[in-house]
């Protein structure tokens, strides 16, 4: 079962890093043109010139800065994408807090960037697809959709809210040929989450010991009992990116280790 996006045009936001980054080198690896997003021109060129570096043809990639929270941002990172055929609303933010302390503004800020900036780019980008009959929008959820960590509750409820995006979104794109979904990313490896773990265990530990630490205190549930590589999350994007994936829609699929106990989603 070969996977071949050829012809296929991507737009993954938030990919100058982690787990987008990824998700932009596996589907050029795939065959797809790829729009690399992030807030800054020099970022993006950055991620280029890495993707080149790891052996992507330069005539794959595009380079797509903006904002994609601010109307005029998206707008640009949508202009320099061509028509998008793939959506991987991929950009979130997350930091541990105290339940308690947190403002009515962070709250608001978690909603704007976390459930927003994808329910605009699908709006943005939705109609086209469903117009040519064929489109795919994968939506980078979390564990923490799931089991609303404590320490970071206001994520866990955007990325709650990401999965009825999901759902609902599917409903209206209902008979067209496009399918829209969510992954579940369990803890994974990337600079964001580096700087996360810091806040939760000591930042005097080397990396490896920290990881395992976190691990221990925070995700015991973990069933690979390890932080997830970001290449684990893009092989499932890639995978419902492709028309093997045409019967699966509205769904939340898991990349999680095992992390939550449950036996659904
Ligand atoms: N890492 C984990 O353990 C984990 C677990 C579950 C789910 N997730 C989810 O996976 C996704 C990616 O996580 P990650 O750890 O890879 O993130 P990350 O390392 O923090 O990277 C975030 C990316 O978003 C970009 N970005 C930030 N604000 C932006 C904006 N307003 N407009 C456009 N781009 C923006 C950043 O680029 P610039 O700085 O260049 O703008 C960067 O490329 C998130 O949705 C996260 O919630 C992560």
Redesign the pocket.
């Given at each position: 079962m070969g996977i071949d996006l050829t012809g296929r045009t991507a737009f993954v936001?938030?990919?100058?890093?982690?787990?987008?980054?990824a998700i932009a080198r596996r589907l050029a690896e795939a065959g797809a043109r790829v729009a690399v997003?992030?807030?800054?021109a020099e970022?993006?060129e950055e991620a280029l010139t890495s993707l080149v570096a790891a052996g992507i043809a330069p005539e794959l990639l595009l380079a797509a800065p903006?904002?994609?929270?601010t109307d005029e941002?998206l707008q640009t990172a949508l202009d320099a994408s061509g028509e998008v055929e793939i959506l991987v609303n991929?950009?979130?933010?997350?930091g541990a807090a105290q339940a308690l302390e947190v403002t009515d503004a962070e709250w608001q800020r978690y909603w704007d960037?976390?459930v927003m900036?994808a329910v605009r780019l699908i709006r943005a980008t939705l109609p086209q697809m469903k117009e040519a009959g064929w489109g795919r929008v994968l939506n980078?959820?979390?564990?923490?959709a799931i089991v609303t960590p404590a320490e970071m509750i206001h994520?866990g409820v955007s990325?709650t809210a990401l999965l009825a995006v999901s759902r609902g979104f599917a409903k209206d794109a209902a008979g067209t040929g496009v399918t829209v979904n969510s992954v579940i990313?369990?803890?994974?490896?990337?600079?964001?989450?580096q700087d996360f773990v810091y806040q939760l265990v000591d930042p005097q530990l080397p990396w490896a010991e920290a990881e395992a630490e976190f691990m221990r205190l925070y995700r015991p549930q973990s069933l690979v009992q390890r932080?997830?590589r970001?290449e684990e999350?893009a092989n499932m994007v890639v995978y419902l990116s492709s028309p093997l994936a045409s019967a699966t829609t509205g769904g939340a699929l898991r990349v999680d280790g095992g992390y939550t106990d449950a036996i659904l989603p």
């Open positions: 936001s938030g990919s100058t890093q982690g787990i987008g980054l997003n992030g807030r800054t970022r993006v903006g904002d994609v929270t941002g991929n950009l979130g933010i997350f960037v976390n900036s980078i959820a979390s564990d923490s994520y990325k990313a369990g803890p994974t490896y990337t600079e964001g989450v932080l997830i970001p999350i």
